[in-house]
């Protein structure tokens, strides 16, 4: 009966599939942390891990496949902890389908960070299980006891508010150590996406354009569309905060329509009205208009017959046409990427990498991949003048694009100081404040095209 109970009671705290705690065991840990139930209070901290994209291995390999890797996910977390900490310091639980859990008798938010920090790069190593090999990337939220959550449903709550903050964010953090202000966020993105829900396209977006120049000639290359969003309560709403948001409620495809009909449209009409500019025309000064494309419409198997659709109806080509995609947005996709972009690329459209330097900046796979243009990210051109290390990085993208017969353009241009050293270091061409900010449709053609456009 003893016997009996102890595994009753073994079970209950057990997850079946790992053999780890559960989430009721983690839980009770905790309770009795903040009780003291060993003696006196303990400081301790809950890291909430999350696999990032797992369910595409129960959709492509089925469950039995998913059930392995969580397994061996488990103890790839398990092992990393232990390295550091003692069996008695640490209890590591599957809190949720593909989420671990781990409480940690330690709260100083440096220790957490190296601790997060090993795990992430663990994660980096690729799981192997029969003869297939998985990689998978992990985010890590961290809530800490007292200061985060003086419960343990309040810290657990606390934790998965910072993996999901550490989520939407955008400079690829993995890990956040909870901070009251990411409610303030919570609530403002909300606020957005009630927004979002009751905007109507043509009438409260419009598409702006930003000029882009060859940086040898100071000819007209083409120019960036980038949307814009003004709200008559909230002012201008910068894309860099909205896009994300529709992102997230599935709103994409629907904006995206609207951006390639409104994009192509006026393209198509410049080009009527400035055949010089049309290259298939055989114009003198051929542009192209680039297209910002969310690596969300990559997973839709709709995408290329709605672009072809698009193209067809409005009477258009898709050689006037680059379509910009983020490099960590290519890396992440679901589906082949490399499939996608040559089939891009033989209907005519042309391919940017964009904010290139601020991902995993792999050039090797670029060409595989049929991209013909490399965006320089802003980040890397903003210190340019100054900071060698910044110069050198430029430098190498521009001769190894060279030498792989890529175009490269830097971005967020604002000096001429700037503008000199990427002359300098053979960057092709370059967008920016300091050669013509985003405008609307009738300020850009009185600027732009209605005249030779030169340095
Ligand atoms: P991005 O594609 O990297 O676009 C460049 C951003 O840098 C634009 O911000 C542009 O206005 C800004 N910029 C250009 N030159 C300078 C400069 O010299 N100095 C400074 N400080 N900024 C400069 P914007 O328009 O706010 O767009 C932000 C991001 O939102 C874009 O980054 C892009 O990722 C996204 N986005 C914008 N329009 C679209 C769109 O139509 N579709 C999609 N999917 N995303 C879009
Ligand atoms: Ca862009």
Known sequence: MVEANHILEMKSKTDSLTGLANRESLVLQMRNGINGISGSAEQFSILHIDIDRFKVVNDIHGHDMGDQVLIAIGKVIDETVSADYAEHDYILARIGGDEFGV?????????????????????????????FRFYFSITIGVARYPQDGETPEALVKSADIAMNHAKNSHYMAKVALYSDDFISAIIRRNHIEHLLFNAQFSTDFMLYYQPQFSTETGALIGMEALIRWYHIEEGFISPAEFIPTAEAIGMIPDLSTWIFETAMRQMRDWLSKYPKFNASAEASKPIRMGINVSALLFDSVDFLPQLEQHCKSLQVLPMWFDLEITETGALNANIHVENMFNKLSQMGFTISIDDFGTGYSALSYLKRFSVHTVKI???????????????????????????????????????????????????????????????????FEALYLNQSSAL
Do not use: W
Request: aromatic share 4%.
């Open 377 to 443: 990210a802003k980040e890397l051109i903003d210190n340019i003048e100054v900071d060698s290390q910044d110069q050198l990085i430029v430098q190498a993208i521009t001769m190894m694009s060279k030498g792989m017969s890529l175009k490269t353009i830097a971005e967020g241009v604002e000096t001429v100081g700037q503008f000199d050293v990427l002359k300098r270091l053979g960057c092709d061409a370059i967008q920016g404040y300091y050669l013509g900010k985003p405008c609307a449709a009738d300020q």
């Open 103 to 131: 409480l940690l008798r330690v709260n100083c938010s440096d220790a957490l960070q190296i601790l997060s920090e090993r795990l992430i790069e663990a994660m980096k190593q690729p799981i192997s299980i029969a003869h």
